[in-house]
């Protein structure tokens, strides 16, 4: 009878191949949720050519489709927005107010909230618009 001699010898060398392959699920993850990360707020804004707003001391609103209302990206009632923008107007007295409202907003929503900025003693009030290309101006 023949005995089979089994030989093992050692793997020397690293299969890189499942270290590639989570690599690659890694960077998808990254660019599937990196723009989601950065665009905050999802608001539909109008279209403008002039788009010229500088980065200042300056405080932006949104208001939403569905008629909420933002103080940089935290949620406020529009009962409580003229307190937050006198207290802020207190600290810095020329600071500027951009309103960011979405293009389906209803017209008096964003008149409100027009209104309450300027009760608040503020006269520098901006509208954001989305350029021409696509992107937002800040």
Do not use: W
């Amino acid at each position: 009878m023949r005995t089979q001699r089994r030989t093992s010898h050692i793997i020397r060398e690293l299969n890189l191949v499942p270290l590639i392959d989570v690599l690659l699920v890694v960077l998808f993850f990254y660019m599937i949720i990196s723009p989601m990360m950065s665009r905050g707020l999802d608001v539909n804004l109008p279209r403008s050519e002039a788009n010229t707003i500088k980065s200042e001391d300056r405080i932006v609103i949104t208001v939403t489709r569905a008629q909420e209302v933002f103080v940089e990206k935290e949620r406020v009632n529009v009962a409580k927005l003229g307190g937050i923008l006198s207290a802020i107007r207190k600290r810095k007295p020329q600071v500027n107010v951009y309103l960011r409202a979405d293009r389906n907003a209803p017209y008096g929503a964003v008149v409100q909230v027009m209104d309450v900025v300027k009760r608040a003693g503020i006269d520098r009030l901006g509208m954001v618009t989305e350029a021409a290309g696509g992107e937002s101006g800040k």
